[in-house]
């Protein structure tokens, strides 16, 4: 099985910024593709971001686009998450998500094979 473990998330202000970080480990077929979703209170888990094997695709959410960045490593196997201009609405626990391979579905949980345990991001008026 592959261990995906995110961090990073905390507290900030209207306008702030937060970095997230999601690493992958353990036997996996080839590279892997990083991927974001969030769920706030009340709500289903909406994508927010990804980034393909090779770090040459980048996939946002309307809601976040211009706003957050999606980066990765050297090695391929850890991705970061910027969040920028941070706004209330985007509070909630920020999932990170891998498949390996070719991405089929990337805006779809169910395009997903591993998810980490979540990372709290508070985001103040």
């Known amino acids: 099985q592959v261990q995906v473990v995110e961090s990073g998330g905390g507290l900030a202000h209207n306008g702030g910024s937060l970095t997230l970080s999601c690493a992958a480990s353990?036997?996996?077929?080839?590279?892997?593709?990083i991927g974001w979703f969030r769920q706030a209170p009340g709500k289903e888990r909406e994508f927010v971001a990804a980034?393909?094997?090779?770090?040459?695709?980048?996939y946002y959410a309307d809601s976040v686009t211009g706003r957050f960045a999606v980066s990765r490593n050297n090695n391929n196997n850890t991705a970061y998450l910027q969040l920028n201009s941070l706004q209330p609405e985007d509070t909630g626990i920020y999932y990170c998500?891998?498949?390996?391979?070719?991405?089929?579905?990337?805006?779809?949980?169910?395009?997903?094979?591993?998810w980490g345990q979540g990372t709290q991001v508070t985001v103040s008026s």
């Open positions: 353990g036997r996996t077929s080839g590279g892997v593709n």
């Open positions: 980034i393909s094997q090779t770090g040459r695709n980048q």
């Open positions: 998500a891998v498949k390996e391979g070719m991405i089929i579905a990337v805006y779809s949980r169910s395009g997903w094979t591993y």
